[in-house]
């Protein structure tokens, strides 16, 4: 059975830093692409980094490029998704999404179309 779930989420003041991890089961790591998403109260969920775990090649939102840091730690099977200088309109949930390599569009890796697996999510909360 396939699984992620998400951790490390929290209420930290802006400018602050969170990590965020996604831990994978029930599948071969190497074989996916792991995506972080977020999704904020009234909005829609958008891709915010990704990681193809084969070539290790990543992938950012421009509203986060230079803030945020995606990473990999396939011996763990684990994402991380490392989070600087956070702003209050990062406030969201964070989800991570898994699909397999084979499937894997370098030019759509951020839409929520693309992806077959989900975890559960993790709260973050960037207070002003």
């Known amino acids: 059975e396939v699984q992620l779930v998400e951790s490390g989420g929290g209420l930290v003041q802006a400018g602050g830093s969170l990590r965020l991890s996604c831990a994978a089961s029930?599948?071969?790591?190497?074989?996916?692409?792991i995506t972080w998403h977020r999704q904020a109260p009234g909005k829609e969920r958008q891709g915010v980094s990704c990681?193809?775990?084969?070539?290790?090649?990543?992938y950012y939102a421009d509203s986060v490029k230079g803030r945020f840091t995606i990473s990999s730690d396939n011996a763990k099977n684990t994402v991380y998704l490392q989070m600087n200088s956070v702003k209050p309109e990062d406030t969201a949930v964070y989800y991570c999404?898994?699909?397999?390599?084979?499937?894997?569009?370098?030019?759509?890796?951020?839409?929520?179309?693309?992806?077959?697996?989900w975890g559960q999510g993790t709260q973050v909360t960037v207070s002003s």
């Open positions: 999404a898994a699909v397999p390599i084979l499937y894997f569009s370098r030019r759509r890796w951020y839409r929520r179309s693309e992806y077959n697996y």
């Open positions: 029930g599948f071969t790591f190497d074989d996916y692409a």
């Open positions: 990681i193809h775990n084969r070539d290790g090649s990543t």
